[in-house]
């Protein structure tokens, strides 16, 4: 068996299609797929911008096989499989790990508030040791805005103690630069890759030696994101970053997720792009009609927009 | 076809009863269901305090068969059947309707935060047009404390409109009297029952015309619970109350979960009741010293706990 090559760059939490029914588009979730795949952006599927919580286990074993069966190199894939339920998570994640995933990023279970770190090994360690396969790679999705549940250093520090290798490393998606930073100075000489959660902080993460970023808006500006990992030692990289966090900005004034799929929609042609399951909500026509004028005033722009189509 | 009776009295979140390596116990889950309709106490199945989200829905399942086959009477079923993702939520939904429960008790999706009333209605909406079974009777579950998503007046009237007759109240575990009357107040004249979340409100709510409270205490203390709700109009009412209230603060010293089995437990020698799932984690041995000292000084008894054994 040849050892697993570490994660690193630019990934995205793949957006998921949905019909106006609600169910999910396979063949249009594999289109935008091979598009990131082509921006050289790794697949995070199954992440918040996903959507992945709003799907069923089963939904998400369907889309998971259909992109094996289209082709799409599993050692790309860094599919989020972290639910409320331990079961769950050890279904999805070893369904991953058979399949050959560069790595999962793992939610803590996020309905109980105000777990103990106890409570929280217990429920990655019964993970990993019901997985049981040595070729697991977990990464911890810290993003206590959202599931209310962040991972405590003490939690990742007794998990890379017991579970050396396995346990590779983090999304950070706390918001807090001064958190990313400590993470990767306490626990990075381990070999643990922690990755911005945004691009706003790319730059900051790839001088501090991180590997990355995870961010929801490679889905619609890979280009640019790609860019500046790629250039990142050169003399422009903060204007570079100063012109992601513009473009950042104009999705970001509204719900994220529907100001995404509205963009891809329009860019595309496709009014089936605004779909959101509930409890989200797609943008109104107002709300669309200011997203595209902030948009073009950034200048941005979705590469061979058509083969989203 | 015959009308559904309303659900009233007193209810309990049923505890899950699990096995040392995490499988819930199928077995011991119905004698603890029949011990409780032996003290005149519905089986509200699969709460929070049955770790509910800790199950995956094909367990879940699996215990809900398990309880009609034993001959449960599924009229005083009131199985949680509300998820992050509708597709499970009506997969649960569904089931419990056949089987010819009395109502079901609906979770928001509690992944996304700050999520808009357009939102949860869709959620609600797509959950009730999914199962499209008029026999179903859906009761809310508001417990902001724990799921973060607040069920806001103006979707229940919106649900209300929409679903009457289906919409058919509310368990309120937002611990703030004044919320639940004010419920009470605006939506009981329209049948809306609004059940209290905890028995320090029960002679509350029965007085202002609640149907009375769901309760995870009721596990542990049905007699004296179910006692105040069959008696509550005499003059010793308000003193039961203070009674109930000193038993549950008793418990309440401790994760409640945990403390409820760690009684259990005790009272009937069986020592498996202990087991939680993670993220939740069993009181320690201190802890259970310390709870028994305060059980016994409040005189908590369990009656016929040999049944549980």
Same mark, same amino acid.
């Given at each position: 068996? +040849?050892? +697993? ?9 793949? *957006? ?13 979730? &594999? ?5 990131? *795949? ?9 992440? $918040? ?15 998971? #096989? ?7 190199? =599993? ?17 999805? $994640? ?13 939610? =803590? ?39 209310? +549940? ?63 970023? &995870? ?7 890979? $280009? ?13 990289? #903060? ?7 513009? +473009? ?6 509204? =719900? ?25 909500? #797609? ?6 009609? $200011? ?11 979705? =590469? ?6």
């Amino acid at each position: 068996m +040849t050892a +697993t090559p570490r994660m690193q760059g630019v990934l995205s939490p793949v *957006l998921t299609p949905f019909n106006a029914d609600y169910t999910p588009d396979a063949d249009r979730f &594999i289109r935008h797929c091979r598009w990131l *795949l082509d921006q050289e952006v790794g697949l995070a599927i199954f992440g $918040t911008n996903s959507e992945a919580n709003s799907m069923s286990v089963a939904e998400k074993r369907k889309l998971f #096989d259909a992109l094996l069966e289209a082709g799409i190199p =599993p050692a790309r894939l860094m599919p989020g499989t972290g639910c409320c339920a331990i079961p769950d998570s050890i279904e999805l $994640t070893r369904r991953a790990v058979q399949a050959g995933v560069g790595g999962v990023l793992m939610l =803590p279970p996020f309905y109980y508030k105000g777990v103990s770190d106890e409570g929280l090994y217990r429920n990655f360690a019964s993970i990993i040791d019901g997985v049981a396969d040595d070729r697991l790679r977990v990464y911890l999705y810290h993003i206590p805005p959202v599931s209310q +549940t962040p991972i405590p250093r003490a939690v990742v520090a007794r998990l890379l103690k017991s579970y050396p290798g396995i346990v590779a490393g983090m999304k950070d998606s706390g918001g807090d630069w001064k958190h990313t930073q400590g993470m990767i100075e306490e626990f990075g000489p381990q070999g643990f890759d922690v990755f911005a959660g945004s691009e706003n902080f790319l730059l900051a993460d790839l001088r501090a030696g991180g590997p990355g970023c &995870i961010t929801a808006t490679a889905n619609v500006n890979p $280009t640019a994101i790609v860019q500046l990992y790629k250039t990142w030692k050169q003399a422009d990289a #903060d204007t570079q970053q100063q012109k992601l966090d513009a +473009t950042r900005a104009a999705f970001a004034q509204f =719900p994220l997720i529907a100001a995404m799929k509205a963009a891809i929609a329009w860019k595309t042609g496709r009014a089936d792009w605004v779909h959101v399951r509930p409890p989200l909500v #797609d943008l109104g026509a107002e709300q669309q009609q $200011t997203l595209q004028a902030s948009l073009d005033k950034v200048g941005f722009t979705m =590469p061979n927009a058509a083969a989203l189509a």
